[in-house]
């Protein structure tokens, strides 16, 4: 599987962008697919989650709230609305696939895409 994601750029404070992440290669509508982040000088981090069919998501506290996570299988597309940004969500996002079992807030993701870049001007 291949993932692109799109969609970053310069939002001020207070501001929204959708992130797209397209699949390639075969669909992905049986994995749980994440959104992580990393800012500079930091660790990657997990941001939020949604399972096969949308049935169930999962955000990290800093984006409870202010960020929604959708997918379309039909699209083979997952997408997270950011609303609210803050200029500590500044960072790289990356979008990613099929996690181990029980693991879906952590690193263990088998599929990873390059990440685009999201910058929240103060």
């Known amino acids: 599987v291949q993932l692109q994601a799109s969609g970053g750029g310069l939002v001020q404070t207070g501001g929204s962008l959708r992130l797209s992440c397209t699949a390639s290669?075969?669909?992905?509508?049986?994995?749980?697919m994440g959104w992580f982040r990393q800012a500079p000088g930091k660790e990657r981090e997990f941001v939020a989650a949604?399972?096969?069919?949308?049935?169930?998501?999962y955000y990290a506290a800093s984006v409870e709230g202010r960020f929604t996570i959708a997918r379309d299988n039909a699209k083979n597309t997952v997408y997270l609305q950011m609303n609210s940004l803050k200029p500590e969500d500044t960072a790289i996002y990356y979008c990613?696939?099929?996690?181990?079992?029980?693991?879906?807030?952590?690193?263990?993701?088998?599929?990873w895409g390059q990440g685009t870049l999201v910058t929240v001007s103060s």
């Open positions: 990613a696939a099929d996690p181990p079992t029980g693991a879906t807030m952590t690193l263990g993701y088998k599929y």
């Open positions: 290669g075969r669909t992905i509508s049986s994995y749980v």
């Open positions: 949604i399972t096969w069919n949308g049935g169930r998501t």
